[in-house]
């Protein structure tokens, strides 16, 4: 049984990427949006973003007031025409503490990102244009 919250042409692109943009809110309201390196955690069906020293970074801490956040992964397919490809995942995210990393050097924190809504374009052939869909049956954080 399938349980992974994406499509096959979704986890392709995703396959194929090795950065993102994890939007977090602080506590005082004000957004935050920082690249980062994310692997997609085929047990659990949720994107994992790992990195250096994590733990301390303001995006890991602001998770501890709001768990919401938003991920996106894009690239420009080409200039002329003009083509855009990427997926935008909303969700909620949990900061842990004790991980294994999935290269060397990279600390033992993760967030990781249980999808709410995925919002796509331009990715795989069946699904030209944005296509958006809520994500049912995905285990809830407190």
Known sequence: MDTSPFTESELTYLSSQHLGRLATVAPDGAPQNNPVGFVYNENLGTVDIF???LGATRKFKNLRSNPNVAFVVDD??????WEVRGLEIRGVAEPLGDADPP???MSRQVIRIHPRRIISWNVGAQAPGMVGRNVADQPRVA
Not at 76 to 81: A, D, I, T
């Open 51 to 53: 990195g250096f020293n």
């Open 76 to 81: 420009l397919v080409s200039m002329s025409p």
């Open 103 to 105: 290269l060397p050097g």
